[in-house]
């Protein structure tokens, strides 16, 4: 009689949920669960969550999922998670304070002083920039000096979660290299960097290759969910998860991401570098494996933003209406850097705006410029990591934007690139964990067999002459228009920016981890 096949559980952290999902030996995904999460943003440029909450949102997407497959039937267990994101801990694993996320921007003085440490850019291959981790400590550091002090471990959000899980510190060296505190080439942290912002390698959890397990489920909750003991994966960040989750893990071939965030990644065999265009080089998930990413802060989250301003019921009817209109030559235009932004600019002051308005501009046309302009802001970015020789033919979109068609195509014919969308896509850092998860629990697994590319759902061919209009009327006219406000940005006013006082009456209270 043969074994029950098996499951393998895949957990992705987000910026607004928590997803789960079961994959089967095949690479199909059997079930699927979530939980949402909120942001605070106690300040101008700040951002915030609880990880409290991650673990609580957790435990119901968990929870909910098991209830559609045979827990004992879970073999391994995988995590992706949001980068980038300052948990700070005291010695009894207690939380010091709200966790800073990737999308906080309050530490750009840190970054200036960052940079200026020796070997900075060669050692982490990027540029400091306000959402990494490193900044964000030195922040607190000069800010928060009591919470500091009481700093015994800094953890990236999916590595709270593992914490939770199994109780020991590990993290991945794809999560790791957004830190600032990593050595990417060699996939190990740097003594320098860390000392650069006051800790060293006891305040770090060990860097494990995503494949590799990190931990094993603890007893206790292995029988409250009905498991076994199995491994947890050291997973990946959600980027390079994504990635795994849709086969992209060889040289060359390229994703698009289109979450809260933008996000164009494409995979190299070696280390390279762009850091003067705020290209991001970083780990893959995988061994061997690095990539080059362009992030903009702002993709399908500025179709909310453009929904309430105008009172759309919700996002799909705004995309409706969008759609029904059409794209017009000539119409509004749309900078979509709601919370400042990173590739090409590096500016965490730019903030949103809409242009060439006239009496007549209604609801459809500026919902169209916020298509527009989050796909030329795309466009920077593929510009940026092209520039290094690294371009791709064909990129696969993954991520809750690409649910739209009628944006897909547009983005197709801005990026002068075939779009392509593939099974699974749409829980692709969730699937790209349990694909990790099965890595680690089989040793003798291989890439090949547990990484293949989903077979792709729909196509989109960009129309050469749109194209040809985008590239040499649209787009100039957006990096234009970026400049000639770049002075306003500059001087904090039209962002509501002010130099934040020390709020250590604000600290969360400490709660202690079980």
Same mark, same amino acid.
């Given at each position: 009689?043969?074994?029950?096949?098996?499951?393998?559980?895949?957990?992705?952290?987000?910026?607004?949920?928590?997803?789960?999902?079961?994959?089967?030996?095949?690479?199909?995904?059997?079930?699927?669960?979530?939980? &949402?999460?909120?942001?605070?943003?106690?300040? &101008?440029?700040?951002?915030?969550?609880?990880?409290?909450?991650?673990?609580?949102?957790?435990?119901?997407?968990?929870?909910?999922?098991?209830?559609?497959?045979?827990?004992?039937?879970?073999?391994?267990?995988?995590?992706?998670?949001?980068?980038?994101?300052?948990?700070?801990?005291?010695?009894?694993?207690?939380?010091? !304070?709200?966790?800073?996320?990737?999308?906080?921007?309050?530490?750009?003085?840190?970054?200036? /002083?960052?940079?200026?440490?020796?070997?900075?850019?060669?050692?982490?291959?990027?540029?400091?920039?306000?959402?990494?981790?490193?900044?964000?400590?030195?922040?607190?550091?000069?800010?928060? &000096?009591?919470?500091?002090?009481?700093?015994?471990?800094?953890?990236?959000?999916?590595?709270?979660?593992?914490?939770?899980?199994?109780?020991?510190?590990?993290?991945?060296?794809?999560?790791?290299?957004?830190?600032?505190?990593?050595?990417?080439?060699?996939?190990?942290?740097?003594?320098?960097?860390?000392?650069?912002?006051?800790?060293?390698?006891?305040? +770090?959890?060990?860097?494990?290759?995503?494949?590799?397990? =990190?931990?094993?489920?603890?007893?206790?909750?292995?029988?409250?969910?009905?498991?076994?003991?199995?491994?947890?994966?050291?997973?990946?960040?959600?980027?390079?998860?994504?990635?795994?989750?849709?086969?992209?893990?060889?040289?060359?071939? =390229?994703?698009?991401?289109?979450?809260?965030?933008?996000?164009?990644?494409?995979?190299?065999?070696?280390?390279?570098?762009?850091?003067?265009?705020?290209?991001?080089?970083?780990?893959?998930?995988?061994?061997?494996?690095?990539?080059?990413?362009?992030?903009?802060?702002?993709?399908?989250?500025?179709?909310?933003?453009?929904? !309430?301003?105008?009172?759309?019921?919700?996002?799909?009817?705004?995309?409706?209406?969008?759609?029904? !209109?059409?794209?017009?030559?000539?119409? &509004?235009?749309?900078?979509?850097?709601?919370?400042?932004?990173?590739?090409?600019?590096?500016?965490?002051?730019?903030?949103?705006?809409? +242009?060439?308005?006239?009496?007549?501009?209604?609801?459809?046309?500026?919902?169209?410029?916020?298509?527009?302009?989050?796909?030329?802001? @795309?466009?920077?970015?593929?510009?940026?990591?092209?520039?290094?020789?690294?371009?791709?033919?064909?990129?696969?979109?993954?991520?809750?934007?690409?649910?739209?068609?009628?944006?897909?195509? +547009?983005?197709?014919?801005?990026?002068?690139?075939?779009?392509? +969308?593939?099974?699974?896509?749409?829980?692709?850092?969730?699937?790209?964990?349990?694909?990790?998860?099965?890595?680690?629990?089989?040793?003798?697994?291989? @890439?090949?067999?547990?990484?293949?590319?989903?077979?792709?759902?729909?196509?989109?061919?960009?129309?050469? =002459?749109?194209?040809?209009?985008?590239?040499?009327?649209?787009?100039?006219?957006?990096? !234009?228009?970026?400049?000639?406000?770049?002075?306003?940005?500059?001087?904090?006013?039209?962002?509501?920016?002010?130099?934040?006082?020390?709020? /250590?009456?604000?600290?969360?209270? =400490?709660?202690?981890?079980?």
């Amino acid at each position: 009689m043969e074994a029950p096949a098996r499951l393998y559980l895949g957990i992705d952290l987000g910026t607004s949920s928590v997803k789960a999902v079961l994959m089967d030996e095949a690479g199909g995904v059997r079930a699927s669960a979530s939980s &949402p999460l909120e942001v605070s943003h106690p300040r &101008p440029r700040w951002s915030e969550q609880d990880p409290a909450a991650w673990w609580a949102a957790t435990e119901s997407a968990v929870e909910k999922v098991l209830t559609q497959g045979d827990a004992k039937r879970v073999a391994g267990i995988g995590l992706s998670g949001q980068m980038h994101g300052a948990t700070l801990l005291d010695e009894a694993n207690a939380i010091l !304070r709200p966790a800073i996320l990737w999308n906080d921007g309050r530490s750009d003085v840190e970054c200036a /002083e960052l940079e200026r440490v020796p070997g900075f850019r060669a050692i982490t291959g990027n540029l400091a920039m306000p959402g990494f981790t490193a900044p964000k400590l030195a922040w607190v550091r000069r800010h928060e &000096p009591d919470v500091f002090r009481r700093v015994a471990k800094v953890l990236l959000p999916k590595d709270y979660l593992r914490l939770r899980l199994t109780g020991d510190f590990f993290t991945d060296a794809s999560d790791a290299a957004g830190t600032l505190w990593l050595d990417v080439e060699n996939r190990q942290w740097s003594s320098e960097m860390l000392a650069a912002t006051g800790l060293d390698r006891s305040h +770090m959890p060990q860097v494990k290759e995503g494949t590799q397990p =990190a931990g094993h489920l603890h007893p206790e909750l292995a029988a409250r969910w009905g498991m076994d003991t199995v491994p947890v994966a050291a997973g990946g960040g959600d980027n390079a998860a994504g990635a795994v989750g849709v086969g992209i893990v060889r040289h060359g071939q =390229a994703m698009l991401s289109l979450g809260t965030s933008g996000v164009y990644f494409a995979v190299s065999d070696g280390f390279r570098a762009s850091p003067e265009q705020a290209v991001h080089a970083f780990c893959h998930a995988v061994p061997d494996t690095w990539h080059l990413m362009s992030v903009m802060l702002n993709a399908a989250s500025c179709l909310d933003f453009t929904a !309430r301003l105008t009172g759309a019921s919700d996002v799909p009817s705004l995309l409706a209406e969008a759609q029904a !209109r059409g794209l017009e030559k000539h119409g &509004p235009l749309f900078l979509p850097y709601l919370t400042g932004e990173r590739t090409p600019h590096n500016n965490p002051h730019a903030r949103g705006s809409f +242009m060439q308005l006239g009496p007549g501009t209604d609801r459809p046309e500026l919902a169209n410029a916020t298509l527009e302009g989050v796909g030329l802001g @795309l466009l920077d970015g593929l510009l940026a990591v092209e520039s290094t020789g690294l371009v791709a033919d064909e990129i696969t979109v993954i991520g809750g934007g690409s649910r739209s068609a009628y944006w897909t195509q +547009m983005l197709a014919d801005i990026l002068g690139k075939r779009l392509v +969308m593939r099974s699974g896509g749409d829980v692709g850092p969730a699937l790209g964990a349990a694909r990790l998860a099965r890595l680690a629990a089989e040793p003798g697994a291989t @890439l090949d067999e547990v990484c293949p590319m989903p077979p792709v759902t729909a196509a989109f061919e960009p129309d050469a =002459a749109r194209h040809a209009y985008f590239l040499q009327t649209r787009h100039p006219l957006f990096r !234009r228009s970026y400049e000639r406000l770049e002075p306003l940005y500059a001087d904090g006013a039209i962002a509501g920016d002010e130099s934040p006082p020390s709020h /250590e009456g604000d600290a969360m209270t =400490a709660r202690r981890s079980p």
